[in-house]
């Protein structure tokens, strides 16, 4: 999800699911090493718009001090909340003992959850774990040291580290960190439509449950509205103008951008039974008339790809 759940596709979502369905969000992560992080820069993840829908800062790093004082920087640029990313698989990120390296030492992640909630008295601060580095043998133990160490609420991504993003998931993991704790628990892992919701915290005994690459194929995905293709086909173009507009971003760029989502998008059907052909597409103007042919959209200039 880095570099795609940003302001410019998190906002159109937030627009589109109303905050009785999509009861909050997070930024992609803030990586956080040796220095507390300033405040315009948080304020940059938070993103000009605000709804009503609380929309968390989550940091991931492994130096305490920095991780702290940047946690008091995103309560000052406006966070609600401050989440604690104890799931990232990526080399890098182990190789520093942030993300999913912690998982591998519930002392270490209940440290770490002391340090910034002790920073923030009263503040909600919550966590998010994977079911474990190689295995999930410590599934509970990392489950209850992010209590311990004053998480509100504790997401568990049902994966291990090794197992990454995997097609299988075991939902049965959660429900074992449900009972090994007494603060909520948000369930993730698989959610791919709108009835996943429902039953995974009825299979789980999860209060909630978490979104993350089905809202790639579906940003309704959350209210359950079926999305007509013209709608479907909007979305795609005002995410290619927004990302114009917030962050200057050239034609191949947004292509670039849009593909990423076409990767996994089911709404609508609107790529009909050949995605390939739209992933192959090679000119950047020629993928955004298409998009806007296939939504039935007035034809519009390469420069300016979103609707009317």
Known sequence: MEGITEPCFRDLVLARNPALALGGAYTEFVRVVDLA???W??????????FETPVGLQLMGSDLGALAATAE???????PLIDLNFGCPAKGAIADCSGSGMLRDPSRLERTVRAVADALPGFPVTAKIRAGFDDDRQLADLARAAEAGGAALLT?????????????????????AVRAVSIPVCGNGSVIVHADLERMRRETGAQFAMVGRGALADPWVFSGHAATVREAAEFLLEYAQVLAELHGAKLAGRAARVKQLLRYWTAADLLGPDR????????PARLFERLGAAGGLEPRTSSSPSPA
């Open 73 to 79: 920087r995103a309560v000052q640029a406006g966070a």
């Open 41 to 50: 820069k948080l304020r940059e993840h938070l993103g000009p718009n605000r």
């Open 37 to 39: 992080l300033p405040v």
């Open 156 to 176: 568990v991504h049902c994966r291990t580290r090794k197992e990454a993003y995997c097609e299988e998931v075991d939902w049965t993991r959660i429900a074992r």
């Open 276 to 283: 390939a052909s739209w992933l192959r597409e090679s000119d």
